[in-house]
């Protein structure tokens, strides 16, 4: 049984890759290759059908929250930009140069990062382009440098990545100490892309003539012309403060994240329903949650849905367990084997190897802010980058300007392993200096 559902993971994953080849969506195969697993699990297993629902509802719970997590926080993105108030920022880009601006988008991409999360700002920041860069050819190599700017930007902030939050949500990392330890090395794995590119990009940003229609996610902003439109500060300020506050929710409370997120999102749902009172309803609709809701990319939420409960009959079955297990043994050095975890992030989504890191190694000898905890954030952040199907924001710029995988390989891929490598490198020069003790 064991080997069969390997071969099925195998297959789909497969499937994902040569998405365009084969033409069949990633989603289809994600949530194909998800189901199979499961079923093959419970129909040929010796725990009982009782115990493998346990199972199943166990991480559909934690799969759930983290869904509900990124779908708050790309309607609010989407709600922002449904008022123009990313404008506050494309206002101000106005260079011609794209090696100055290629730093500029990765710049603002890597701090937004960190507010946002990576793949919300993958979305903003791609939507962004579309208006700056009509050159498809060159507007690829900026999106695949986004790719690689919004992974290293959330790596170093609790709520900037997935994985970053469940180490944070978990106790193994503090929130002030992972923004202090990981912030270097997440700058150099993007620093050092985009020197290269420096020497080699070449080619115009493109006429502004035959720019394509904007959007973030896969659909529309409800048909709005580019007039100023009422609250757009407001909008833009409520967005980005509520997106701010959700740590600051989690540490109040001590409940989860998304809740935090869902909590914003009613705020901002509130205000939007208030902001233009004189509109009716159709008009209106556009620049509300509700209308938002419409324009979020479900199919990408669907994909993440699928690898997940792929990933998680797998562990259900221990065999991401006896992996982890197999590799303490034979490798031993815990930094050989997080940086090996974080190349393998980008093929096996990071949630769940993250989530079999922290249950095979104990707390009490690896306390909170241990170099395990932090090397871990930073490599299953931006390891994910090294392919394009590795990361929620790989994926979703994918599907937003129809990368190839094959061209992302060759194209960004080393790129990305060269910036991951010199990070990795800078975190183990500087982590002796910057150690937290262990409790007494």
């Not at 912030?183 to 006429?207: A, D, H, R, W």
């Not at 395990?372 to 490599?379: H, P, S, T």
Request: proline letters at 4%.
């Amino acid at each position: 049984m064991v080997t069969f559902v390997i071969l099925v993971f195998v297959v789909g994953y497969l499937a994902i890759a040569l998405e365009h080849p084969i033409k069949i969506n990633k989603t289809a195969s994600a949530l194909l290759t998800g189901v199979i697993c499961w079923t093959l699990y419970a129909l040929y297993s010796e725990n009982s059908i009782d115990h493998i629902g346990e199972q199943l509802n166990h991480h559909l719970g934690q799969i759930s929250a983290i869904l509900f997590f990124l779908m708050g926080a790309m309607t609010i993105v989407e709600l922002v930009d449904a008022y123009q108030g990313f404008k506050v920022i494309t206002d101000r880009i106005n260079t011609k140069d794209p090696k100055k601006l290629l730093w500029i988008i990765c710049t603002v991409t890597f701090f937004l990062s960190a507010i946002l999360d990576n793949l919300t700002t993958a979305i903003v920041m791609v939507s962004l382009i579309r208006k700056l860069v009509p050159n498809k050819s060159m507007r690829l190599f900026f999106a695949g440098m986004i790719v690689i700017a919004a992974n290293a930007g959330g790596a170093w902030s609790p709520i900037g990545d997935v994985t970053t939050t469940m180490l944070w949500i978990g106790g193994q990392i503090s929130s002030g100490n992972i923004m202090l330890t990981l912030f270097l090395p997440s700058v150099v794995c993007m620093v050092i892309p985009l020197i290269y590119l420096q020497f080699t990009l070449k080619g115009e940003l493109g006429s502004h003539d035959s720019v394509e229609n904007p959007s973030v996610g896969n659909g529309n902003h409800g048909g709005h012309s580019n007039k100023p439109i009422k609250g757009s500060t407001t909008m833009l300020v409520l967005g980005i403060g509520g997106l701010i506050s959700v740590p600051v929710f989690k540490t109040v409370t001590h409940l989860p994240p998304y809740l935090g997120m869902l909590l914003a999102l009613g705020v901002l749902w509130v205000v939007s329903e208030l902001i233009n009172p004189d509109m009716d309803e159709a008009e209106k609709r556009p620049y509300t949650a509700a209308g938002a809701l419409t324009r979020i990319d479900v199919p990408s939420v669907l994909f993440f849905l699928g690898i997940l409960l792929a990933v998680s009959a797998l562990e259900s079955m221990e065999i991401l367990h006896h992996f982890s297990m197999w590799l303490d043994t034979t490798i031993g050095d815990q930094r050989i084997i997080i940086t090996l975890i974080g190349i393998l992030s980008s093929i096996v989504d990071n949630v769940p190897l993250v989530a079999a890191s922290m249950g095979m190694y104990d707390m009490s000898v690896y306390y909170q802010d241990h170099l395990i905890w932090e090397y871990l954030a930073y490599c299953a952040g931006t390891g994910g980058s090294i392919l394009i199907i590795g990361s929620a924001a790989g994926v979703a710029v994918m599907g937003m300007e129809k990368i190839d995988f094959i061209w992302y390989v060759k194209k960004i891929s080393l790129l990305a392993m060269l910036g991951y490598f010199a990070g990795a490198i800078v975190y183990l020069l500087i982590q002796p200096f910057l150690a937290v003790h262990p409790p007494a």
